[in-house]
């Protein structure tokens, strides 16, 4: 069964303080890995799309990569606006509807 | 640019109520419609998608229904609503792999 694992579920940050969240995936032949943002009762926001082994892609203080086993958002100085769940997501196996792991909730302390 | 207008933003139904929750794409043609629910700690779950006018797909058997009456109107419904169908309902489009989300919709069945 196609699968996507976020860890950790929730990270507490100090301002500044850099880190990474992972995602993990089971699903085969991958056509891509989607980075997304929320925030609280809003809609998912579309941050990064990752297609191959090796590949990064970059947006202010996130860098995403991937693995053929899963994907890393890293982050570095975070500051309090970054504070938000961050959700990963894969297409399933035939067409285009993505599957999103639970996320991981980010709080950036100052 | 592509929009995605999705409404209301909230709304509070009496158990056995129907249900009308709709979603329009601007900007772009033909395109790939979903509509996802998110209940606190379960993540995204995708209930329909459509890839055409009157093309839907259903992915969890439940009360609710959709439609696609037009290129890019989407409508989730339902004829009588459960207390289960409590939830966040988000609305997304997709040109090609990544999807966009629309704000969502809060909804309440008391």
């Known amino acids: 069964e196609d699968q996507v694992t976020q860890s950790p579920e929730a990270l507490r940050l100090q301002e500044g303080e850099s880190s990474s969240l992972n995602c993990s995936y089971t699903?085969?032949?991958?056509?891509?890995l989607f980075w997304y943002r929320q925030d609280p009762g809003k809609g998912p926001e579309f941050l990064f799309t990752?297609?191959?082994a090796g590949e990064e892609k970059e947006k202010e203080r996130l860098k995403a990569t991937l693995t053929k086993k899963e994907s890393f958002l890293h982050i570095t100085a975070p500051k309090p606006e970054d504070s938000a769940t961050y959700l990963c997501?894969?297409?399933?196996?035939?067409?285009?509807?993505?599957?999103f792991g639970k996320g991981t909730t980010l709080s950036v302390s100052s | 640019s592509q929009t995605i207008h999705q409404w209301p933003a909230t709304l509070v139904q009496p158990v056995g109520s129907p249900l009308s929750l709709e979603c329009t794409v601007e900007?772009?043609?033909?395109?790939?419609l979903y509509w996802y629910r998110q209940a606190a700690g379960r993540g995204l779950q995708l209930l329909f998608y459509?890839?055409?006018?009157?093309?839907i797909s259903s992915e969890v058997p439940q009360n609710l229904s959709a439609s696609r009456p037009q290129d890019r109107q989407f409508i989730l419904s339902s004829k009588k609503l459960l207390l289960s169908d409590s939830g966040f309902y988000l609305c997304?489009?997709?040109?090609?792999?990544?999807?966009?989300f629309g704000q969502g919709t809060r909804l309440t069945v008391v």
């Open positions: 990752l297609y191959s």
């Open positions: 997304a489009w997709s040109p090609t792999s990544e999807a966009f």
């Open positions: 699903v085969s032949g991958l056509r891509g």
């Open positions: 900007g772009t043609s033909n395109p790939n």
């Open positions: 459509s890839v055409g006018i009157g093309q």
């Open positions: 997501a894969v297409p399933r196996r035939a067409g285009t509807a993505l599957i």
